[in-house]
């Protein structure tokens, strides 16, 4: 039994077949052991190689049939678009598959498979470049069975890595007389661009379901012709701008100071800024919409 260490350079540090390992002069024998794992009848991944998603899929790969696509929570989690808040590791649940028809569903260990006609329209996602369901097509699928919160931060990061407004209502149009279909319709009239993250989504969304009118998204504040800054949400009438401060932005020093400077810029010419944390949208919603609300009419704004 041959160390994952000696294999040839070719097979080191992924997923490969016997098959492969043989042409290359790798005997079964070389392969068995604790130096390797087994995924799938005829696959080996070196037991060195931590397990990851990427990993998982990169085996199935290697015997899915032509035209196989990832899909669902898998697809999601490949081309770095949020899941719903608090779902579970996704590396606790088996890979999910489709193929178009007429194909047949492969059955494989570890692997969810199925049809969907929409297979055909598969991209290469970033990165890792594995094949999966078109990110219009993959919200479709996934809206309909998610809180309306999540549904719509889905939709808002569908748009935020290229999709276009369009393409969004023509991929909801082709599901016409579909189940979900409804609901999609719903979610569809509630996403918004440029969104930068699912908490700025329910951030959005928690201030319009308390009835203040809704902000605009990721506007930029220009003063005689340059640029001050973009808020997260704003009302320019009333130049009230409302920012979601994530804990990443108080790690990055630079990411802090120039936080600060913005809304320091703001101010100086007459915005008033509310920021607020995950705690105020996740734990204090109704205190977090009173104070948006009352800042709002002090300014004016009246609904």
């Known amino acids: 039994m041959a160390p994952a260490g000696a294999l040839p350079p070719a097979l080191r540090g992924r997923p490969f077949t016997v098959a492969e390992a043989a042409a290359l002069g790798v005997?079964?024998?070389?392969?068995?052991?604790?130096?390797?794992?087994?995924?799938?009848?005829?696959?080996?991944?070196?037991a060195f190689l931590p397990d990851s998603l990427e990993l998982r899929c990169r085996a199935a790969a290697l015997v899915l049939p032509p035209g196989a696509v990832f899909a669902g929570r898998t697809a999601l989690h490949l081309l770095g678009l949020p899941d719903r808040l608090h779902?579970?590791?996704?590396?606790?649940?088996?890979?999910?598959?489709?193929?178009?028809?007429?194909?047949?569903?492969?059955?494989?260990a570890g692997v969810v498979s199925g049809q969907s006609q929409w297979a055909g329209r598969a991209v290469a996602a970033p990165r890792t470049r594995l094949r999966v369901l078109a990110p219009a097509q993959l919200w479709c699928d996934l809206?309909?069975?998610?809180?309306?919160?999540?549904?719509?931060?889905?939709?808002?990061?569908?748009?935020?890595?290229?999709?276009?407004?369009?393409?969004?209502?023509?991929?909801?149009h082709a599901r016409r007389g579909e189940p979900g279909v409804v609901r999609l319709r719903?979610?569809?009239a509630l996403v918004r661009h440029p969104v930068d993250s699912p908490m700025e989504t329910r951030t959005r969304l928690?201030?319009?379901?308390?009835?203040?009118?809704?902000?605009?998204?990721?506007?930029?504040?220009?003063?005689?012709?340059?640029?001050?800054?973009?808020?997260?949400?704003?009302?320019?009438?009333?130049?009230v701008a409302l920012e979601y401060d994530g804990g990443h932005h108080r790690r990055?020093?630079?990411?802090?100071?120039?936080?600060?400077?913005?809304?320091?810029?703001l101010e100086a010419h007459g915005w008033r800024v509310l920021v607020i944390t995950a705690a105020d949208v996740l734990r204090w919603p109704d205190q977090t919409a009173a104070m948006v609300a009352q800042v709002l009419r002090e300014r004016g704004l009246a609904w």
């Open 27 to 46: 005997s079964r024998d070389a392969l068995k052991g604790r130096g390797f794992r087994s995924p799938h009848r005829g696959v080996r991944v070196p």
């Open 87 to 108: 779902a579970p590791d996704v590396l606790a649940a088996p890979l999910q598959v489709v193929v178009a028809p007429p194909g047949t569903p492969p059955r494989i």
């Open 143 to 172: 809206a309909p069975g998610l809180p309306l919160v999540d549904a719509v931060a889905l939709g808002d990061a569908v748009r935020r890595e290229g999709a276009s407004a369009q393409g969004l209502a023509a991929a909801v």
């Open 186 to 188: 719903e979610v569809l």
């Open 206 to 239: 928690l201030v319009v379901g308390a009835g203040i009118p809704e902000p605009v998204c990721g506007r930029p504040v220009v003063v005689d012709g340059g640029w001050i800054a973009t808020p997260d949400l704003s009302w320019p009438q009333v130049r």
């Open 252 to 265: 990055d020093a630079r990411q802090w100071a120039n936080d600060i400077r913005r809304r320091q810029l």
